[in-house]
């Protein structure tokens, strides 16, 4: 009976052993585990914040671009595009026709080439004083332009038609 009692004790022990052993190694892995899930959960929150910092960047970039449309537009108008100043030269042509001269345009290629801005050659004909307003109307277009060259004269005495040549340069983007 005395054996009895050692190998139920012995038995008893071993499986309190092995309970104890196992219920040891379930809570170092589920340590481990919440070790591990604290960290992702960490880098979760950390990546949600970033994420919330560049959203309302986005926002305030996105209202700054709407209040200042405007102003883009603005400037856009003061620079003519390189590849199609088609709007410029139909600016210039308009403005001859209201103020009811004769126009001809031709882009110096060779002087155009050399930078960043647009060489123009403009011939504007008829009377005296239309041929002043194209002028006065010209300088109070919102291009960025300078005049390189002028020439002032009289063509045809008997109409007094007078001509315009300009040599003009237009800052282009």
Same mark, same amino acid.
Not at 7 to 33: D, E, G, P, Q, R
Not at 40 to 50: P, R, T, Y
Not at 105 to 125: C, H, Q, Y
């Given at each position: 009976?005395?054996?009895?009692?050692?190998?139920?004790?012995?038995?008893?022990?071993?499986?309190?052993?092995?309970?104890?052993?196992? &219920?040891?190694?379930?809570?170092?892995? +589920?340590?481990?585990?919440?070790?591990?899930?604290?960290?992702? =959960?960490?880098?979760?929150?950390?990546?949600?914040?970033?994420?919330?910092?560049? @959203?309302?960047?986005? @926002? +305030?970039?996105? !209202? /700054?671009?709407?209040?200042?449309?405007?102003? =883009?537009? @603005?400037?856009?108008?003061?620079?003519?595009n390189k590849e199609k100043p088609v709007e410029f030269?139909?600016? &210039?042509?308009?403005?001859?026709?209201?103020?009811?001269? &004769?126009?001809?345009?031709?882009?110096?290629? /060779?002087?155009?080439?050399?930078?960043?801005? +647009?060489?123009?050659?403009?011939?504007?004909?008829?009377?005296? !004083?239309?041929? /002043? @307003?194209?002028?006065? !109307?010209?300088?109070?277009?919102?291009? %960025?332009?300078?005049? %390189?060259?002028a020439a002032f004269q009289r063509?045809?005495?008997? %109409? !007094? /038609?007078?001509?315009?040549?300009? =040599?003009?340069?237009?800052?282009?983007?």
């Amino acid at each position: 009976m005395r054996e009895f009692l050692h190998h139920k004790i012995f038995a008893t022990s071993l499986v309190s052993l092995l309970v104890l052993t196992s &219920l040891v190694w379930s809570f170092w892995k +589920l340590n481990s585990l919440a070790v591990s899930l604290r960290a992702k =959960l960490n880098e979760i929150h950390a990546e949600v914040f970033f994420n919330e910092h560049e @959203r309302k960047a986005i @926002r +305030l970039a996105e !209202a /700054t671009i709407k209040e200042h449309q405007e102003d =883009l537009a @603005r400037i856009n108008k003061i620079f003519i595009n390189k590849e199609k100043p088609v709007e410029f030269v139909e600016d &210039l042509e308009s403005l001859a026709k209201i103020s009811g001269n &004769l126009f001809v345009i031709d882009l110096d290629e /060779t002087k155009s080439a050399e930078g960043k801005d +647009l060489f123009f050659r403009l011939a504007v004909d008829g009377n005296q !004083a239309s041929v /002043t @307003r194209y002028l006065k !109307a010209l300088e109070l277009m919102p291009y %960025k332009m300078s005049v %390189k060259e002028a020439a002032f004269q009289r063509i045809d005495s008997d %109409k !007094a /038609t007078h001509r315009l040549s300009l =040599l003009i340069s237009v800052e282009s983007i």
